[in-house]
Protein backbone atom coordinates (compact mmCIF):
# COMPACT_ATOMS: atom_id res chain seq x y z
CA UNK A 1 0.00 0.00 0.00
CA UNK A 2 1.72 3.05 -0.96
CA UNK A 3 0.89 6.48 0.59
CA UNK A 4 1.20 9.90 -0.13
CA UNK A 5 1.46 11.94 3.34
CA UNK A 6 0.65 15.69 3.47
CA UNK A 7 0.14 17.79 5.94
CA UNK A 8 0.43 21.84 6.19
CA UNK A 9 1.54 21.37 10.10
CA UNK A 10 4.90 21.79 11.52
CA UNK A 11 5.25 18.73 12.96
CA UNK A 12 4.44 16.71 9.70
CA UNK A 13 7.96 14.75 10.41
CA UNK A 14 6.54 13.63 14.01
CA UNK A 15 3.49 12.66 11.91
CA UNK A 16 5.33 10.64 9.57
CA UNK A 17 7.32 9.05 12.44
CA UNK A 18 4.65 7.80 14.19
CA UNK A 19 2.82 6.50 11.60
CA UNK A 20 5.80 4.43 9.89
CA UNK A 21 6.13 3.05 13.42
CA UNK A 22 2.32 1.66 14.08
CA UNK A 23 2.57 0.52 10.59
CA UNK A 24 5.71 -0.52 9.04
CA UNK A 25 3.87 -2.80 6.42
CA UNK A 26 2.63 0.24 4.92
CA UNK A 27 4.82 2.80 2.24
CA UNK A 28 4.44 6.44 3.18
CA UNK A 29 5.68 8.77 1.55
CA UNK A 30 6.49 11.94 2.22
CA UNK A 31 5.11 14.48 -0.30
CA UNK A 32 6.27 15.61 -2.71
CA UNK A 33 8.56 12.92 -2.52
CA UNK A 34 6.23 10.24 -3.83
CA UNK A 35 8.31 9.10 -6.90
CA UNK A 36 5.41 8.24 -9.38
CA UNK A 37 2.00 9.47 -8.38
CA UNK A 38 0.42 6.85 -10.65
CA UNK A 39 1.58 4.30 -7.59
CA UNK A 40 0.05 6.17 -5.37
CA UNK A 41 -3.02 4.33 -3.47
CA UNK A 42 -3.86 6.73 -0.77
CA UNK A 43 -3.40 10.03 -0.16
CA UNK A 44 -2.85 11.29 3.72
CA UNK A 45 -3.58 15.10 3.49
CA UNK A 46 -4.68 18.19 5.65
CA UNK A 47 -5.16 20.91 3.04
CA UNK A 48 -3.77 19.73 0.59
CA UNK A 49 -1.80 22.49 -2.48
CA UNK A 50 -3.44 22.32 -5.34
CA UNK A 51 -0.92 19.96 -7.15
CA UNK A 52 -1.04 17.55 -4.87
CA UNK A 53 -3.35 15.15 -6.79
CA UNK A 54 -1.92 15.86 -9.88
CA UNK A 55 -0.78 12.15 -11.57
CA UNK A 56 -2.53 10.21 -9.11
CA UNK A 57 -4.44 8.30 -11.79
CA UNK A 58 -4.79 5.48 -9.38
CA UNK A 59 -5.70 7.06 -6.34
CA UNK A 60 -8.71 4.99 -4.17
CA UNK A 61 -9.24 7.00 -0.98
CA UNK A 62 -8.08 10.66 0.26
CA UNK A 63 -7.74 10.55 3.97
CA UNK A 64 -8.10 13.46 5.66
CA UNK A 65 -5.94 14.06 8.67
CA UNK A 66 -9.00 16.07 10.43
CA UNK A 67 -12.73 16.27 11.68
CA UNK A 68 -13.81 19.29 8.85
CA UNK A 69 -13.17 18.63 5.17
CA UNK A 70 -14.72 21.89 4.14
CA UNK A 71 -11.59 23.05 2.88
CA UNK A 72 -10.58 19.90 0.74
CA UNK A 73 -14.77 19.81 -0.28
CA UNK A 74 -14.54 23.57 -1.77
CA UNK A 75 -10.84 22.97 -3.23
CA UNK A 76 -11.02 22.70 -6.90
CA UNK A 77 -8.82 19.69 -7.31
CA UNK A 78 -10.69 17.25 -5.50
CA UNK A 79 -10.12 14.28 -7.49
CA UNK A 80 -13.96 13.06 -9.15
CA UNK A 81 -15.23 9.79 -7.65
CA UNK A 82 -12.39 9.46 -4.97
CA UNK A 83 -14.06 8.55 -1.52
CA UNK A 84 -13.06 10.92 1.26
CA UNK A 85 -12.45 9.61 5.03
CA UNK A 86 -12.39 12.22 8.01
CA UNK A 87 -10.62 11.40 10.50
CA UNK A 88 -12.52 10.67 13.56
CA UNK A 89 -10.50 11.70 17.21
CA UNK A 90 -12.05 10.89 20.34
CA UNK A 91 -9.24 12.45 22.49
CA UNK A 92 -10.24 15.66 19.50
CA UNK A 93 -13.41 15.26 20.23
CA UNK A 94 -13.15 15.51 23.98
CA UNK A 95 -11.03 18.22 23.83
CA UNK A 96 -13.68 20.47 21.64
CA UNK A 97 -15.91 19.34 24.81
CA UNK A 98 -14.05 20.39 27.26
CA UNK A 99 -13.83 23.94 25.61
CA UNK A 100 -17.54 24.24 25.57
CA UNK A 101 -17.43 23.35 29.14
CA UNK A 102 -14.71 26.09 29.96
CA UNK A 103 -17.26 28.67 27.98
CA UNK A 104 -20.05 27.36 29.35
CA UNK A 105 -18.53 27.69 33.17
CA UNK A 106 -17.01 30.79 32.09
CA UNK A 107 -20.41 32.67 31.33
CA UNK A 108 -22.78 31.50 33.88
CA UNK A 109 -19.94 31.56 36.41
CA UNK A 110 -19.61 35.46 35.31
CA UNK A 111 -15.96 34.72 35.20
CA UNK A 112 -15.84 37.17 31.84
CA UNK A 113 -16.96 39.50 34.18
CA UNK A 114 -14.49 38.80 36.78
CA UNK A 115 -11.47 38.35 34.43
CA UNK A 116 -12.75 42.17 33.16
CA UNK A 117 -12.92 43.35 36.76
CA UNK A 118 -9.25 42.35 37.47
CA UNK A 119 -8.09 44.44 34.76
CA UNK A 120 -10.00 47.55 36.26
CA UNK A 121 -9.61 46.61 39.74
CA UNK A 122 -12.67 46.30 41.06
CA UNK A 123 -14.35 44.13 43.44
CA UNK A 124 -17.63 42.89 42.76
CA UNK A 125 -19.80 40.28 43.30
CA UNK A 126 -22.84 38.62 40.63
CA UNK A 127 -25.35 36.20 41.72
CA UNK A 128 -25.03 33.10 39.26
CA UNK A 129 -27.37 30.50 38.19
CA UNK A 130 -26.54 26.83 38.83
CA UNK A 131 -26.35 24.24 36.06
CA UNK A 132 -29.85 23.00 36.33
CA UNK A 133 -30.92 26.84 35.59
CA UNK A 134 -28.36 26.81 32.63
CA UNK A 135 -30.10 25.87 28.99
CA UNK A 136 -27.13 24.97 26.76
CA UNK A 137 -27.80 24.29 23.05
CA UNK A 138 -25.33 22.51 21.12
CA UNK A 139 -25.72 23.03 17.42
CA UNK A 140 -24.35 19.66 15.80
CA UNK A 141 -24.88 16.19 16.90
CA UNK A 142 -22.21 14.66 15.44
CA UNK A 143 -19.43 12.23 17.46
CA UNK A 144 -18.03 16.32 18.58
CA UNK A 145 -21.47 17.61 19.30
CA UNK A 146 -22.45 14.55 21.19
CA UNK A 147 -19.45 14.36 23.08
CA UNK A 148 -19.82 18.07 24.40
CA UNK A 149 -23.58 17.80 25.12
CA UNK A 150 -22.48 14.52 27.01
CA UNK A 151 -20.22 16.37 28.98
CA UNK A 152 -22.18 19.49 29.60
CA UNK A 153 -24.92 17.31 30.40
CA UNK A 154 -22.73 15.18 33.29
CA UNK A 155 -21.77 18.21 34.64
CA UNK A 156 -25.48 19.02 35.14
CA UNK A 157 -26.40 22.04 32.68
CA UNK A 158 -29.89 21.49 31.02
CA UNK A 159 -28.33 20.74 27.53
CA UNK A 160 -30.42 19.79 24.03
CA UNK A 161 -28.74 19.13 20.74
CA UNK A 162 -29.71 20.24 17.09
CA UNK A 163 -29.21 18.29 13.48
CA UNK A 164 -29.76 18.63 10.42
CA UNK A 165 -32.71 15.38 10.72
CA UNK A 166 -34.24 13.29 13.56
CA UNK A 167 -32.08 10.52 15.58
CA UNK A 168 -33.13 8.47 17.91
CA UNK A 169 -33.72 9.71 20.86
CA UNK A 170 -30.79 9.47 23.78
CA UNK A 171 -30.70 10.67 26.91
CA UNK A 172 -29.81 14.20 25.36
CA UNK A 173 -32.99 15.90 23.71
CA UNK A 174 -32.34 16.30 20.01
CA UNK A 175 -34.43 19.04 17.73
CA UNK A 176 -34.08 18.77 14.16
CA UNK A 177 -33.73 20.50 10.65
CA UNK A 178 -35.08 24.22 9.94
CA UNK A 179 -38.41 23.97 11.51
CA UNK A 180 -37.10 22.91 14.73
CA UNK A 181 -34.09 25.40 14.60
CA UNK A 182 -36.85 28.20 16.40
CA UNK A 183 -37.63 26.35 19.33
CA UNK A 184 -34.02 24.99 20.04
CA UNK A 185 -32.78 28.43 19.69
CA UNK A 186 -35.35 30.81 22.16
CA UNK A 187 -34.14 27.59 25.14
CA UNK A 188 -30.81 27.99 24.19
CA UNK A 189 -29.12 30.71 27.01
CA UNK A 190 -25.60 29.28 26.17
CA UNK A 191 -25.46 28.32 21.78
CA UNK A 192 -22.03 25.89 21.03
CA UNK A 193 -21.63 25.46 17.34
CA UNK A 194 -19.92 22.36 16.49
CA UNK A 195 -21.69 22.08 13.01
CA UNK A 196 -19.71 20.78 10.17
CA UNK A 197 -19.34 23.76 7.82
CA UNK A 198 -21.15 23.30 4.52
CA UNK A 199 -23.24 25.62 2.05
CA UNK A 200 -26.26 25.14 4.70
CA UNK A 201 -24.28 26.01 7.97
CA UNK A 202 -22.46 29.08 6.54
CA UNK A 203 -23.21 32.10 8.05
CA UNK A 204 -25.79 30.31 10.78
CA UNK A 205 -24.50 32.71 13.89
CA UNK A 206 -26.13 35.29 11.84
CA UNK A 207 -28.61 37.99 12.46
CA UNK A 208 -31.86 35.98 12.57
CA UNK A 209 -29.95 32.67 15.15
CA UNK A 210 -29.28 35.31 17.67
CA UNK A 211 -32.38 37.38 17.43
CA UNK A 212 -33.97 33.91 18.43
CA UNK A 213 -31.59 33.27 21.02
CA UNK A 214 -32.99 34.28 24.88
CA UNK A 215 -31.80 37.77 25.13
CA UNK A 216 -28.14 37.84 27.27
CA UNK A 217 -27.65 34.75 25.65
CA UNK A 218 -23.41 33.42 25.18
CA UNK A 219 -22.33 32.16 22.09
CA UNK A 220 -19.39 29.77 21.45
CA UNK A 221 -18.16 28.77 18.20
CA UNK A 222 -15.67 26.07 17.77
CA UNK A 223 -15.98 24.66 14.00
CA UNK A 224 -15.54 27.08 11.58
CA UNK A 225 -14.75 31.11 11.55
CA UNK A 226 -17.31 31.07 8.21
CA UNK A 227 -20.36 29.98 10.66
CA UNK A 228 -20.21 33.35 11.88
CA UNK A 229 -21.55 36.52 10.41
CA UNK A 230 -19.28 38.77 12.16
CA UNK A 231 -20.44 42.16 11.92
CA UNK A 232 -24.04 40.56 12.95
CA UNK A 233 -22.55 38.99 15.77
CA UNK A 234 -20.76 42.52 17.27
CA UNK A 235 -24.40 44.42 16.59
CA UNK A 236 -25.85 41.85 18.70
CA UNK A 237 -22.72 42.28 21.82
CA UNK A 238 -23.37 45.57 21.45
CA UNK A 239 -27.34 45.83 21.47
CA UNK A 240 -27.55 43.49 24.41
CA UNK A 241 -28.89 40.72 22.90
CA UNK A 242 -25.34 38.76 23.14
CA UNK A 243 -23.93 38.96 26.39
CA UNK A 244 -20.40 37.49 25.31
CA UNK A 245 -19.06 35.24 23.04
CA UNK A 246 -16.21 32.76 23.18
CA UNK A 247 -14.34 32.37 19.34
CA UNK A 248 -11.72 29.79 18.65
CA UNK A 249 -11.72 29.59 14.38
CA UNK A 250 -12.15 32.87 12.31
CA UNK A 251 -11.89 33.12 8.16
CA UNK A 252 -9.10 33.74 7.47
CA UNK A 253 -6.91 32.50 10.13
CA UNK A 254 -4.60 33.81 11.87
CA UNK A 255 -7.31 36.38 13.12
CA UNK A 256 -6.16 39.55 11.78
CA UNK A 257 -4.51 42.12 14.56
CA UNK A 258 -7.03 44.75 13.25
CA UNK A 259 -9.86 42.41 13.74
CA UNK A 260 -12.27 44.51 16.33
CA UNK A 261 -12.67 40.64 18.18
CA UNK A 262 -9.43 40.39 19.93
CA UNK A 263 -10.85 44.04 21.58
CA UNK A 264 -14.14 43.30 21.97
CA UNK A 265 -14.63 43.42 25.98
CA UNK A 266 -17.34 40.70 25.72
CA UNK A 267 -15.11 38.50 22.97
CA UNK A 268 -12.20 35.69 24.29
CA UNK A 269 -10.73 35.16 20.85
CA UNK A 270 -8.66 31.53 20.84
CA UNK A 271 -5.99 30.44 18.43
CA UNK A 272 -8.21 27.74 17.04
CA UNK A 273 -6.96 25.79 19.95
CA UNK A 274 -10.60 24.00 20.45
CA UNK A 275 -9.45 20.64 19.39
CA UNK A 276 -6.13 19.94 18.50
CA UNK A 277 -5.14 16.52 17.31
CA UNK A 278 -4.10 14.44 19.91
CA UNK A 279 -1.06 12.12 17.82
CA UNK A 280 -0.94 9.05 19.41
CA UNK A 281 -5.32 8.72 18.82
CA UNK A 282 -5.20 10.00 15.06
CA UNK A 283 -2.25 7.55 14.20
CA UNK A 284 -4.09 4.68 16.15
CA UNK A 285 -7.33 5.64 13.64
CA UNK A 286 -5.56 6.12 10.74
CA UNK A 287 -3.74 2.85 10.45
CA UNK A 288 -6.79 1.66 11.34
CA UNK A 289 -8.33 3.09 7.89
CA UNK A 290 -5.38 2.57 6.02
CA UNK A 291 -5.80 -1.90 6.95
CA UNK A 292 -9.19 -1.72 6.81
CA UNK A 293 -8.67 -0.20 3.20
CA UNK A 294 -6.20 -2.18 2.35
CA UNK A 295 -7.87 -5.80 3.38
CA UNK A 296 -11.34 -4.67 1.57
CA UNK A 297 -13.21 -4.10 4.36
CA UNK A 298 -14.83 -0.82 4.80
CA UNK A 299 -13.17 2.46 5.63
CA UNK A 300 -15.21 4.49 8.38
CA UNK A 301 -16.44 8.02 8.15
CA UNK A 302 -16.47 8.42 4.25
CA UNK A 303 -17.42 12.07 3.52
CA UNK A 304 -21.10 11.96 1.53
CA UNK A 305 -19.98 14.51 -1.02
CA UNK A 306 -23.89 15.79 -1.66
CA UNK A 307 -24.35 16.90 1.79
CA UNK A 308 -20.79 17.96 2.54
CA UNK A 309 -19.73 16.10 5.27
CA UNK B 1 -37.98 28.79 70.38
CA UNK B 2 -36.10 32.20 70.04
CA UNK B 3 -33.96 32.92 67.77
CA UNK B 4 -31.93 35.87 67.18
CA UNK B 5 -30.87 36.29 63.89
CA UNK B 6 -27.86 38.66 62.60
CA UNK B 7 -26.28 38.35 59.32
CA UNK B 8 -23.32 40.94 58.51
CA UNK B 9 -24.76 40.98 54.53
CA UNK B 10 -26.88 42.62 53.14
CA UNK B 11 -29.69 40.84 52.09
CA UNK B 12 -30.10 40.07 55.98
CA UNK B 13 -34.58 40.79 55.48
CA UNK B 14 -34.27 38.44 52.42
CA UNK B 15 -33.25 35.59 54.08
CA UNK B 16 -35.38 36.39 57.65
CA UNK B 17 -38.53 36.71 55.29
CA UNK B 18 -37.82 32.99 54.18
CA UNK B 19 -36.83 31.52 57.25
CA UNK B 20 -40.06 33.25 58.62
CA UNK B 21 -42.06 31.65 56.11
CA UNK B 22 -39.93 28.30 56.14
CA UNK B 23 -40.46 27.70 59.74
CA UNK B 24 -43.75 29.78 60.93
CA UNK B 25 -43.30 27.87 64.51
CA UNK B 26 -40.10 29.34 65.32
CA UNK B 27 -40.03 33.10 66.19
CA UNK B 28 -37.15 34.88 64.33
CA UNK B 29 -35.93 38.05 65.76
CA UNK B 30 -33.40 40.79 64.04
CA UNK B 31 -30.68 41.44 66.55
CA UNK B 32 -30.58 43.88 67.97
CA UNK B 33 -34.40 43.96 68.37
CA UNK B 34 -34.77 40.92 70.20
CA UNK B 35 -36.14 41.89 73.06
CA UNK B 36 -35.03 40.70 76.32
CA UNK B 37 -31.75 38.84 75.31
CA UNK B 38 -32.15 36.31 78.40
CA UNK B 39 -35.03 34.65 76.31
CA UNK B 40 -32.53 33.89 73.47
CA UNK B 41 -31.90 29.55 72.88
CA UNK B 42 -30.55 29.90 69.64
CA UNK B 43 -28.05 32.31 67.73
CA UNK B 44 -28.17 32.28 63.72
CA UNK B 45 -25.37 35.12 62.97
CA UNK B 46 -22.58 35.63 60.25
CA UNK B 47 -19.64 37.41 61.44
CA UNK B 48 -21.60 38.06 64.61
CA UNK B 49 -20.46 42.16 66.46
CA UNK B 50 -18.65 41.92 69.78
CA UNK B 51 -21.65 42.96 71.45
CA UNK B 52 -24.31 40.18 70.32
CA UNK B 53 -24.10 37.53 73.06
CA UNK B 54 -24.20 40.49 75.70
CA UNK B 55 -27.32 38.84 78.03
CA UNK B 56 -27.87 35.66 76.24
CA UNK B 57 -27.80 33.73 79.28
CA UNK B 58 -29.97 31.42 78.30
CA UNK B 59 -28.49 30.41 74.82
CA UNK B 60 -27.99 26.87 73.80
CA UNK B 61 -26.63 27.02 70.52
CA UNK B 62 -24.92 29.42 67.72
CA UNK B 63 -25.97 28.16 64.32
CA UNK B 64 -23.73 29.64 61.85
CA UNK B 65 -24.99 30.83 58.46
CA UNK B 66 -21.43 29.58 56.62
CA UNK B 67 -19.26 26.94 55.80
CA UNK B 68 -16.34 28.73 57.69
CA UNK B 69 -16.10 29.34 61.51
CA UNK B 70 -12.73 30.55 61.75
CA UNK B 71 -13.63 34.35 62.35
CA UNK B 72 -16.09 33.50 65.20
CA UNK B 73 -13.92 30.94 66.73
CA UNK B 74 -11.36 33.98 66.98
CA UNK B 75 -13.83 35.97 68.61
CA UNK B 76 -13.37 37.48 71.80
CA UNK B 77 -17.08 37.00 71.95
CA UNK B 78 -17.69 33.56 71.52
CA UNK B 79 -20.04 32.55 74.50
CA UNK B 80 -18.22 29.76 76.75
CA UNK B 81 -19.36 25.92 76.31
CA UNK B 82 -22.54 26.78 74.08
CA UNK B 83 -22.33 24.45 71.20
CA UNK B 84 -21.66 25.72 67.61
CA UNK B 85 -22.76 24.19 64.56
CA UNK B 86 -21.75 25.23 60.47
CA UNK B 87 -23.68 25.38 57.89
CA UNK B 88 -23.42 23.01 55.07
CA UNK B 89 -25.05 23.71 51.73
CA UNK B 90 -24.90 21.29 49.36
CA UNK B 91 -25.64 23.97 46.67
CA UNK B 92 -22.69 25.87 48.08
CA UNK B 93 -20.02 22.34 48.09
CA UNK B 94 -21.23 21.83 44.19
CA UNK B 95 -20.74 25.63 43.45
CA UNK B 96 -16.82 25.61 45.60
CA UNK B 97 -16.42 22.74 43.13
CA UNK B 98 -17.33 24.12 39.85
CA UNK B 99 -14.99 26.99 40.72
CA UNK B 100 -12.38 24.30 41.48
CA UNK B 101 -13.09 23.09 37.76
CA UNK B 102 -12.93 26.23 36.26
CA UNK B 103 -9.85 26.84 37.95
CA UNK B 104 -8.28 23.10 36.63
CA UNK B 105 -9.75 23.72 33.02
CA UNK B 106 -8.25 27.34 32.73
CA UNK B 107 -4.40 26.27 34.08
CA UNK B 108 -4.20 23.02 32.32
CA UNK B 109 -6.25 23.97 28.47
CA UNK B 110 -3.63 26.82 28.98
CA UNK B 111 -7.14 29.52 28.62
CA UNK B 112 -4.43 31.72 31.08
CA UNK B 113 -2.35 32.01 28.60
CA UNK B 114 -5.26 32.49 25.72
CA UNK B 115 -6.72 35.11 28.03
CA UNK B 116 -2.95 37.22 28.26
CA UNK B 117 -2.80 36.76 24.52
CA UNK B 118 -5.75 38.20 23.89
CA UNK B 119 -5.18 41.29 25.38
CA UNK B 120 -1.65 41.74 23.44
CA UNK B 121 -3.55 40.48 20.33
CA UNK B 122 -1.13 37.53 19.74
CA UNK B 123 -2.54 34.64 18.02
CA UNK B 124 0.09 31.49 19.08
CA UNK B 125 -1.30 27.86 20.18
CA UNK B 126 0.13 25.76 23.14
CA UNK B 127 0.20 21.99 23.11
CA UNK B 128 -2.12 21.01 26.32
CA UNK B 129 -2.01 17.69 28.44
CA UNK B 130 -5.42 15.80 29.04
CA UNK B 131 -7.00 15.18 32.60
CA UNK B 132 -5.92 11.52 33.09
CA UNK B 133 -2.25 13.14 32.86
CA UNK B 134 -2.98 16.30 35.11
CA UNK B 135 -2.48 15.49 38.42
CA UNK B 136 -5.13 17.61 41.09
CA UNK B 137 -4.28 17.51 44.64
CA UNK B 138 -7.51 19.39 46.47
CA UNK B 139 -6.20 20.24 50.87
CA UNK B 140 -8.71 19.29 52.60
CA UNK B 141 -11.49 16.23 52.45
CA UNK B 142 -14.50 17.71 54.44
CA UNK B 143 -17.32 18.21 52.69
CA UNK B 144 -16.75 20.67 50.38
CA UNK B 145 -13.10 18.95 49.79
CA UNK B 146 -14.47 15.47 48.84
CA UNK B 147 -17.69 16.94 46.65
CA UNK B 148 -14.47 19.16 44.67
CA UNK B 149 -12.58 15.86 44.35
CA UNK B 150 -15.26 14.22 42.71
CA UNK B 151 -16.30 16.77 40.34
CA UNK B 152 -12.88 16.90 39.06
CA UNK B 153 -12.51 12.98 39.20
CA UNK B 154 -15.68 12.30 36.96
CA UNK B 155 -14.00 15.44 34.81
CA UNK B 156 -11.16 13.08 34.18
CA UNK B 157 -8.53 14.68 36.27
CA UNK B 158 -6.46 12.37 38.26
CA UNK B 159 -7.33 13.47 41.77
CA UNK B 160 -6.24 13.13 45.34
CA UNK B 161 -6.98 14.70 48.87
CA UNK B 162 -4.92 15.53 51.85
CA UNK B 163 -6.85 15.43 54.99
CA UNK B 164 -5.69 15.91 58.71
CA UNK B 165 -6.40 11.87 59.61
CA UNK B 166 -7.20 9.25 57.74
CA UNK B 167 -10.30 8.26 56.31
CA UNK B 168 -12.38 5.81 54.90
CA UNK B 169 -10.61 4.98 51.08
CA UNK B 170 -13.75 5.50 48.63
CA UNK B 171 -12.54 5.79 45.25
CA UNK B 172 -10.59 8.81 46.02
CA UNK B 173 -6.98 8.54 47.61
CA UNK B 174 -6.48 10.59 50.27
CA UNK B 175 -3.07 11.47 52.06
CA UNK B 176 -3.13 11.88 55.76
CA UNK B 177 -1.09 14.02 58.10
CA UNK B 178 1.96 16.35 57.92
CA UNK B 179 4.07 13.29 57.05
CA UNK B 180 1.98 12.75 53.66
CA UNK B 181 2.10 16.36 53.07
CA UNK B 182 5.29 16.56 50.95
CA UNK B 183 4.35 13.19 48.86
CA UNK B 184 0.78 14.65 48.46
CA UNK B 185 2.18 18.26 46.81
CA UNK B 186 4.57 16.22 44.81
CA UNK B 187 2.33 14.51 43.27
CA UNK B 188 -0.04 18.08 42.30
CA UNK B 189 0.43 19.57 39.48
CA UNK B 190 -2.47 21.80 40.20
CA UNK B 191 -3.15 22.54 44.33
CA UNK B 192 -6.85 23.30 45.18
CA UNK B 193 -6.98 24.87 48.96
CA UNK B 194 -11.12 24.31 50.69
CA UNK B 195 -9.35 24.03 54.45
CA UNK B 196 -11.49 25.27 57.14
CA UNK B 197 -8.68 27.56 59.09
CA UNK B 198 -7.20 26.59 61.74
CA UNK B 199 -3.74 27.24 63.75
CA UNK B 200 -2.61 24.43 61.49
CA UNK B 201 -3.56 25.48 58.27
CA UNK B 202 -2.62 29.11 58.61
CA UNK B 203 -0.43 29.83 56.25
CA UNK B 204 -0.10 26.52 54.62
CA UNK B 205 0.45 27.81 51.04
CA UNK B 206 3.79 29.14 51.95
CA UNK B 207 7.19 28.37 50.75
CA UNK B 208 7.79 25.24 52.01
CA UNK B 209 4.58 23.94 50.34
CA UNK B 210 5.30 25.49 46.95
CA UNK B 211 8.61 24.43 46.86
CA UNK B 212 7.15 20.98 47.59
CA UNK B 213 4.83 20.89 44.11
CA UNK B 214 6.07 20.27 40.32
CA UNK B 215 7.73 22.70 38.89
CA UNK B 216 5.45 24.95 37.08
CA UNK B 217 2.53 24.30 39.50
CA UNK B 218 -1.32 26.25 39.75
CA UNK B 219 -2.49 26.66 43.22
CA UNK B 220 -6.31 27.65 43.41
CA UNK B 221 -7.57 29.13 46.79
CA UNK B 222 -11.08 29.26 47.76
CA UNK B 223 -10.86 28.57 51.71
CA UNK B 224 -9.61 31.84 53.77
CA UNK B 225 -7.64 34.85 52.75
CA UNK B 226 -5.31 33.95 56.09
CA UNK B 227 -4.24 30.61 54.40
CA UNK B 228 -1.82 31.87 51.86
CA UNK B 229 1.61 33.77 52.42
CA UNK B 230 0.94 36.67 50.08
CA UNK B 231 5.14 37.52 49.57
CA UNK B 232 5.96 33.16 49.06
CA UNK B 233 3.18 33.25 46.46
CA UNK B 234 4.50 36.20 44.35
CA UNK B 235 7.98 35.15 45.02
CA UNK B 236 7.21 31.36 43.62
CA UNK B 237 5.13 32.52 40.56
CA UNK B 238 8.21 35.30 39.60
CA UNK B 239 10.62 32.56 39.95
CA UNK B 240 8.37 29.96 37.89
CA UNK B 241 7.66 27.37 40.70
CA UNK B 242 4.10 28.39 40.49
CA UNK B 243 2.80 28.99 36.84
CA UNK B 244 -0.68 30.40 38.04
CA UNK B 245 -2.84 31.40 40.88
CA UNK B 246 -6.57 31.52 40.90
CA UNK B 247 -7.54 33.77 44.25
CA UNK B 248 -10.96 34.21 45.61
CA UNK B 249 -10.14 35.05 49.32
CA UNK B 250 -7.93 37.66 50.46
CA UNK B 251 -6.89 38.98 53.99
CA UNK B 252 -8.47 41.50 54.56
CA UNK B 253 -11.51 41.79 52.11
CA UNK B 254 -11.90 43.87 49.69
CA UNK B 255 -8.81 42.72 48.52
CA UNK B 256 -6.69 46.09 48.82
CA UNK B 257 -6.49 47.84 44.94
CA UNK B 258 -2.83 48.49 45.74
CA UNK B 259 -1.92 44.55 46.25
CA UNK B 260 0.29 43.15 43.27
CA UNK B 261 -2.02 40.23 43.15
CA UNK B 262 -4.72 42.73 41.20
CA UNK B 263 -2.16 43.02 38.40
CA UNK B 264 -0.04 39.85 38.30
CA UNK B 265 -0.32 38.51 35.12
CA UNK B 266 -0.21 34.95 36.58
CA UNK B 267 -2.77 35.70 39.34
CA UNK B 268 -6.56 35.85 38.53
CA UNK B 269 -7.94 37.31 41.83
CA UNK B 270 -12.04 36.72 42.16
CA UNK B 271 -14.23 38.81 44.89
CA UNK B 272 -15.21 35.41 47.39
CA UNK B 273 -17.28 34.13 44.88
CA UNK B 274 -16.62 30.69 44.52
CA UNK B 275 -19.19 29.55 46.74
CA UNK B 276 -22.24 31.83 46.92
CA UNK B 277 -24.51 30.48 49.73
CA UNK B 278 -27.51 29.14 47.83
CA UNK B 279 -30.95 30.58 49.80
CA UNK B 280 -33.07 27.64 49.54
CA UNK B 281 -30.77 25.21 50.75
CA UNK B 282 -29.59 27.11 53.34
CA UNK B 283 -32.67 28.15 54.44
CA UNK B 284 -34.06 24.55 54.35
CA UNK B 285 -30.69 23.30 56.11
CA UNK B 286 -31.22 25.92 59.18
CA UNK B 287 -34.44 25.37 59.57
CA UNK B 288 -33.60 21.31 59.59
CA UNK B 289 -30.86 22.04 62.55
CA UNK B 290 -33.67 24.38 64.52
CA UNK B 291 -35.93 21.71 64.43
CA UNK B 292 -33.88 19.35 65.46
CA UNK B 293 -32.77 21.50 68.02
CA UNK B 294 -36.23 22.23 69.44
CA UNK B 295 -37.19 18.27 69.19
CA UNK B 296 -34.12 17.32 71.38
CA UNK B 297 -32.57 15.31 67.90
CA UNK B 298 -28.48 15.70 67.92
CA UNK B 299 -28.20 19.13 65.45
CA UNK B 300 -25.19 18.14 62.83
CA UNK B 301 -22.05 19.44 62.03
CA UNK B 302 -21.12 20.77 65.25
CA UNK B 303 -17.86 22.34 65.51
CA UNK B 304 -15.18 20.31 67.70
CA UNK B 305 -13.48 23.82 69.37
CA UNK B 306 -10.24 22.05 70.36
CA UNK B 307 -9.24 21.37 66.36
CA UNK B 308 -11.17 24.66 65.19
CA UNK B 309 -13.41 23.40 62.49
Given at each position: LNVAFHTAWTNGEVWLAALRAAAPEIEFRHWPDVGDPATVDVALVWNPPRELFGGMSRLKLVQVL???VDALMRSEVLPAGVPIARLVDPVMSQRMAEYALYGALRFHRQFDRYEAQRQATVWQRHDHLDPPDVSVGVLGAGEIGMTAARLLQSNGYDVACWARSVRDPGPISVFAGREQLPAFLARSRVLVCLLPLTAETRGILGRETFAALPRGAFVINAARGEHVDVPALLEALDAGQLDGAML????????????PLWRHPKVLVTPHVAGISHLATSVEYVVDQLRRFGSGEAVRNIVERERGY
Open positions: GAGDVFAPEPLAAES
